[in-house]
């Protein structure tokens, strides 16, 4: 029974649910040394379409070290989920490893645990800035390649990191995340002034520019 409020106040006096089994899930990362390695695999894996793929550079693992974590020293290190039957699970799970095979695969419970702190792992090394400048844009997965090559030589004086998030259309979202202090003016500033250039890098790589943005 709804009254008033264009029905946003209401008394609910029966409910019917229904539960469906809960999928299969299985899961898999992988660390890879050449930068180039895993850009391939990447695109290799979204055209599988998995439920979940991400992907972080050197940068922002080792961040997540300094806080707790203990992902291997590599140049892209990638994580991917796929739900569904068992039988579709285990099929694709074995091509994603093929899509991977220039990569080093973690174990199981390692892979497991990166799924389970999906949500968490992204923010744990904020505790690192304490101010997380975070700068965010899509483009074409086929220019990944060249876009971090750019992003590498234009960030090359600043500890900076990333996590790609796989997005419709061939397309992926990065996440780039530098650490500052907004109690520190200068810092602050010089960290904020990466907005006139960190972007263009997207849109000169066919992107698009989706934000700008304090983490505190």
């Not at 009254?3 to 999928?23: H, N, R, S, Y």
Request: hydrophobic share 40%; proline share 3%.
């Amino acid at each position: 029974t709804h009254v008033c409020a264009e029905g946003t106040l209401g008394i609910v006096v029966e409910a019917t649910l229904k539960i469906f089994e809960a999928p299969a899930t299985e899961v898999g990362m992988y660390a890879f040394a050449e930068q180039a390695d895993g850009v391939e695999a990447l695109q290799r894996l979204s055209a599988l379409e998995p439920y979940y793929l991400t992907c972080l550079n050197r940068g922002f693992t080792e961040m997540l070290n300094q806080v707790g974590e203990h992902f291997r020293d590599a140049a892209l290190t990638i994580a991917f989920a796929f739900r569904g039957s068992e039988a579709y699970c285990k099929h694709m799970t074995g091509l994603a490893r093929e899509a991977c095979a220039k990569g080093t695969a973690y174990s199981r419970r390692d892979a497991l645990h990166e799924w389970h702190n999906r949500f968490a792992t992204g923010l744990a090394h904020k505790r690192l800035g304490p101010t997380l400048m975070v700068q965010e844009f899509r483009i074409p997965l086929r220019f990944l390649g060249e876009c971090l090559e750019d992003l590498d030589r234009e960030m090359a004086s600043e500890p900076w990191g990333f996590e790609s998030l796989a997005s419709d259309n061939d397309t992926v979202t990065l996440v780039i995340m530098t650490l500052t202090d907004e109690r520190d003016r200068v810092d602050l500033l010089q960290k904020f002034s990466q907005a006139g250039w960190v972007p263009p890098i997207g849109l000169r790589h066919h992107g698009e520019v989706n934000g700008i943005g304090l983490h505190n």
